[in-house]
């Protein structure tokens, strides 16, 4: 028998994604996939992300989401340093808990690499 977690959303989340402008310059892309629905949340791009940067992104997510953010349990994320401690207990004060991904298994984040390795955001 499944465990009731089973059913239960999980938010992905990336910040890896990086753009080249016209310019040649890198932007990176912070933004978070709902694993069951496949919808896509761009939280802010930046030159040069910091991690009060993505505390705040990740603030104003929970403030949009409202009372949607009791549908979620996990947030999947990578190692980054960008993800500090601030971050994490952002979704800590929703209930949601941060899961860091394994040392080197890219399949942990196997739907947003397919996203963003298709096309960027074809799973829109």
Known sequence: MASADATVPALNLLMDLT??????????????????????????VAAH??????????RNLMMSLGERTIRFR??????????????????ASENIEAIKTP???????????HCTSSGRFVCV
Request: glycine share 4%.
């Open 19 to 44: 753009v080249d402008t016209v310019l040649l310059r890198r932007l990176y892309v912070l933004f978070i996939i709902e694993v069951d629905s496949r919808r896509v949340h761009v939280l802010g």
């Open 49 to 58: 992300p910091t991690g009060e940067w993505v505390a705040q992104q990740a």
């Open 74 to 91: 996990h947030l999947i994320r990578d190692r980054d340093t960008k993800f500090t401690r601030a971050f994490d207990a952002v979704f």
């Open 103 to 113: 040392v080197r298994a890219p399949k942990a984040k196997q739907v947003v690499s």
